[in-house]
């Protein structure tokens, strides 16, 4: 049986001026804006799996109506890309929790 899901799924505020792109480059390579994308990609798929879900939720966009999500079949590759930042991190105690994260995926 699913099991209800007691996530609390974050808010992004994101602003983009200009003609976007470059801004889109900054954010793209702001440490604080990626590490909340692999935090949340990681408790977005956890959540989904326990949940049973075919669609992970990663954030609410600006306390809208609007997610950003990933279908299941994204999975995978999204966890894989967690797990080569971490190695780039050495972090690979995280690595081997998201290992057995893909491992639950059916």
């Known amino acids: 049986m699913a099991k209800k899901s ?3 799924i974050p808010s992004m505020m994101v602003n983009v001026k200009g003609e976007g792109k ?3 480059d900054l954010l ?6 990626i590490k909340a994308v692999f935090t949340e990609t990681i408790a977005g ?3 989904a799996i326990n949940t049973k879900s075919k669609t992970a939720v990663l954030f ?3 306390k809208s109506d609007y997610y950003l999500e990933l279908d299941k ?4 590759q999204a966890l ?3 797990i080569d930042k971490h190695i780039e991190e050495e972090q690979y105690e995280e690595c081997s929790k998201i290992k ?4 639950k995926i059916k």
Do not use: G, P
């Open 45 to 47: 798929i956890k959540d």
């Open 60 to 62: 609410q966009l600006e």
């Open 100 to 103: 057995l994260l893909m491992d």
């Open 28 to 33: 793209c390579s702001n440490e604080v804006f």
């Open 73 to 76: 079949d994204q999975w995978r």
């Open 22 to 24: 470059a801004d889109t």
């Open 6 to 8: 007691n996530r609390q």
């Open 80 to 82: 894989q890309t967690c």
